[in-house]
């Protein structure tokens, strides 16, 4: 009898722990595929973050570069869609947005100027004929200036003195600016067109909407800092139970 307990407990104590075992194996695998879960959330959560981020960050550089470009155009006394068109259209032929925009400043603060000063600038257009008083009226005033500028310089001969006239208009930026001077109309205009069929041209409509999410920007920063906290306050268990 004590023989047959024996067996029965031996019995007993391999199949309890074969019970055991599979019970185990079966947690195992349960702890493995909530593991394999969390670190599919964990990606998935963090790819939401990043997209979100890309977004607010796009929509920040458009922002600012339409507000920018609006600025530079007031100060250029032209519209926003003129300026973002010469300036853009210029980076193709060598010329930095940047030089065009003072170039067309420049412009600007000669064609305001009084006395001695205005009348030598506007007496150099009139010597390349053109007539400043056909552009008082205009919107666009500078950026047509530059415009009937093209057609002028990229009909003279190259030399010195061809130089010497672009920089005496431009300042020290109008030996970079010749390099925009020297092309046909034709061919800004070919440009240009591409330049509005991309949908690269800042419009009014660009700003109006700019100056509206500008209102609210602050807000989306702190609401993308809260959204990547709050996640990670969420995700953050989960990791440490996953690498446990």
Same mark, same amino acid.
Request: hydrophobic share 40%.
């Given at each position: ?150 057609? !002028? ?11 010497? /006239? ?11 600016? /010749? ?8 061919? !800004? ?56």
């Amino acid at each position: 009898r004590r023989q047959y307990g024996r067996g029965w407990r031996l019995r007993a104590t391999s199949k309890h722990a074969a019970e055991l075992k599979t019970a185990k194996q079966s947690q195992d695998s349960a702890t493995s595929s909530w593991k394999e879960g969390a670190i599919q959330l964990g990606l998935v959560t963090g790819a939401v973050t990043v997209a979100v981020a890309a977004i607010v960050s796009l929509t920040s550089s458009y922002v600012e570069n339409a507000l920018q470009a609006q600025k530079m155009a007031t100060m250029a006394g032209t519209t926003v869609e003129a300026f973002s068109m010469a300036a853009g259209v210029a980076e193709d032929f060598g010329v930095s947005g940047e030089t065009v925009s003072s170039s067309l400043v420049i412009l600007q603060r000669q064609l305001q100027a009084s006395g001695d000063e205005g009348d030598k600038f506007k007496g150099i257009l009139k010597e390349l004929d053109i007539d400043v008083n056909e552009f008082k009226d205009s919107s666009t005033a500078t950026t047509d200036i530059l415009y009937k500028l093209q057609g !002028v310089f990229s009909q003279m001969a190259d030399g010195p003195e061809k130089t010497a /006239l672009a920089v005496k208009l431009f300042s020290r930026g109008g030996a970079e600016m /010749l390099q925009y001077l020297d092309v046909s109309q034709e061919k !800004v205009l070919d440009n240009m067109e591409a330049f509005d069929k991309l949908g690269l041209t800042i419009t009014e409509a660009d700003v109006e909407i700019s100056r509206a999410i500008k209102g609210v920007m602050n807000d989306m920063g702190d609401l993308k800092e809260a959204t990547e906290t709050n996640i990670g306050r969420a995700m953050a268990p989960i990791f440490l139970n996953t690498m446990s």
